[in-house]
């Protein structure tokens, strides 16, 4: 399992088995991340190897371990598109400040899994339902790598909440296009579909949250009363 | 595969195979849901056949067949919670008129599914990423039953895609609460959840739309300032 790892951390590309497959100076992490890709597309997360993906890339399993600390760290980088560097685009989320964040939002993840006509989504999907800690493991991922610095920038109270809710409706806006396929959703381009969806993650993000502090709805310390002025409750 | 098929139509219930397991007046119809529940859960939705969940609930698949008229009108009915009757809920939703529509409708979906903590929406979920056929049966059945119906009593233009886009948000926070369990939204109550929700939901119905009717969509004012008066189109 770990054998050679040492000699593959650092540089250990060009060190791996001569296939003929590996000059020097390739993509040797692109490389096992496409492998990790066709290894998913074709055997599902659950079915799906470390082993196997180092062989499908033509590298000792080793230096598999050496780019990836584990399978759900493995299989989440195959889930991401190719060049896309998920703290840059937060950051290009992020320059234009709160003024149409949920519409940039929107339009950032739809078009990060519009390759392929969200073939990659749909692997991702088809992972998502396999097998209880890959879903941690993504959510995790995902979190860390964009949410969690969306929220930190927020100056909204409930800021994770905000995020939550935001979070889920862009998830269900990826199914309905890539994996439901529902005409209305799958049918238009991307600018239009985040025009739509845009005033919605914005309400999450920096608008008022509905005050649910009733009987049923205890204490529920959501959003109250804040706001530059006024994030009133429009409940009640 | 058909045989004995007019011996089970119309209350063919009690001529089953006597089996012992099938007294008179018994529930036919629902043990078959639950045994397709049950197969769906075991084996998936591709694998899991007719004849299977015949054997399950000690029927004659004939019998199936007089009930279901394939597979995936099966397995859609046993992705419906048990006693949910969709026309009834639609009715209730739309009793209170389009006052509120986006909280009820979000407080209907998700107590549906709160069932066993989620766990039929997880079955649903596993079957969704399962096959096209499968996915396109669903969204069909959702649609009829469900949707359809809500989108016929929207007095706002648009109304195919303003259900699509609901759905869509939906969609996402029973993944959210079910799936991926982020804790946010998987730790509240329904009622604290709808009430987040309903107006994101609401504004899909009745609110205003953004305007995209561009090439790539110039005009683009998003949702401006509108009223009930002012659903202008945003499309052509």
Same mark, same amino acid.
């Given at each position: ?75 989440? #980088? $195959?889930?991401?598109?190719? =060049? &896309?560097?998920? /703290?840059?685009? +937060?950051? %290009? !989320?992020? @320059?234009?400040?709160?003024? *149409? ?64 809710? #935001? $979070?889920?409706?862009?998830? =269900? &806006?990826?199914? /309905?296009?890539? +994996?439901? %396929? !529902?005409? @209305?959703?799958?049918?238009? *381009? ?47």
């Amino acid at each position: 399992m770990a054998d050679g790892a040492a000699g593959a951390a650092g540089g250990g590309e060009d060190q791996a088995r001569p296939r003929g497959r590996r000059p020097a100076g390739s993509d040797t992490r692109g490389d096992i991340v496409a492998a990790a890709r066709a290894e998913l597309a074709q055997r599902g997360y659950d079915g799906a190897s470390v082993r196997s993906v180092a062989r499908r890339a033509g590298v000792d399993p080793a230096l598999v371990r050496h780019y990836f600390e584990d399978k759900a760290e493995l299989f989440a #980088a $195959a889930m991401v598109p190719t =060049g &896309v560097e998920p /703290a840059q685009v +937060v950051g %290009q !989320l992020l @320059e234009g400040g709160l003024d *149409g964040l949920g519409e940039r939002l929107a339009r950032a993840v739809l078009e990060v899994w519009e390759d392929e006509h969200g073939e990659r989504f749909r692997v991702l999907f088809g992972a998502l339902g396999s097998s209880e800690p890959h879903v941690q493991a993504m959510a995790q991922f995902l979190g860390r790598q964009v949410f969690a610095r969306v929220v930190a920038e927020l100056p909204t109270p409930d800021a994770d909440l905000r995020m939550a809710l #935001a $979070a889920s409706h862009v998830v =269900g &806006v990826l199914i /309905a296009r890539h +994996v439901l %396929q !529902l005409p @209305e959703i799958a049918g238009m *381009g991307t600018d239009r579909l985040a025009a739509l969806v845009g005033p919605a993650l914005q309400g999450y993000l920096t608008g008022p949250l509905a005050d649910v502090r009733s009987p049923d709805r205890p204490t529920a310390p959501l959003a109250g009363a804040h706001t530059e002025e006024d994030y009133s409750s429009h409940e009640e």
